[in-house]
């Protein structure tokens, strides 16, 4: 199976041709499951190759054909990895109660070390951007004036380094 197969594929299944796109999910599922192992700790995986599968399901229509499937694929797959990583991150804002036994914190840990890896890897600016908008939350404009950077460099700082992430991502860096 190539690229180009599942390019074509695709290209079919958009013209309503329902064994071409049952190939395409099958084959893009095997491809997540790779993706996500060596992102997110083994629990989070299964959750996270069933969003992405939809949300390929729900932006089908945005494929154009004369493009490279792997690369559309391979951005769906990022931002929802993006996602879970946050995700991750929220779920340790809510109080303990004193009576509650401590969970296991083996995939934030993972999660956070495998983020932290890429970022390390960037540009100080291109990473401490990404850290303010998409990790904690700043507007664009709050980030600007934390950074004392323009909004439009703040823009195309994250817009950098989220294309040097994925690219180390998709190149199989090590960033275990």
Not at 43 to 64: G, P, Y
């Given at each position: ?155 195309v700082n994250i817009h950098r380094g989220l294309n040097r992430m994925n690219a180390l991502v998709m190149r199989g860096s090590d960033v275990d």
């Amino acid at each position: 199976m190539t690229e180009a197969d599942w390019s074509r594929w695709m290209a079919a299944a958009q013209a309503g041709d329902a064994d071409a796109y049952r190939r395409v999910l099958v084959e893009a599922q095997a491809w997540l499951r790779r993706f996500f192992l060596r992102r997110l700790p083994p629990s989070m995986v299964d959750d996270a190759v069933q969003d992405t599968l939809l949300a390929v399901h729900e932006k089908r229509h945005t494929f154009n054909p004369s493009q490279k499937f792997g690369p559309w694929i391979a951005a769906i797959a990022r931002y929802k990895w993006i996602d879970r990583l946050r995700a991750a991150g929220r779920a340790n804002d809510a109080p303990l109660d004193d009576d509650l036994p401590v969970q296991d914190h083996e995939e934030q840990v993972t999660t956070a070390y495998a983020l932290e890896r890429l970022l390390g890897q960037l540009k100080p600016a291109q990473a401490e951007a990404i850290r303010l908008v998409k990790l904690h939350g700043l507007s664009i404009e709050e980030a600007a004036r934390r950074t004392g950077q323009s909004a439009t460099l703040v823009k195309v700082n994250i817009h950098r380094g989220l294309n040097r992430m994925n690219a180390l991502v998709m190149r199989g860096s090590d960033v275990d």
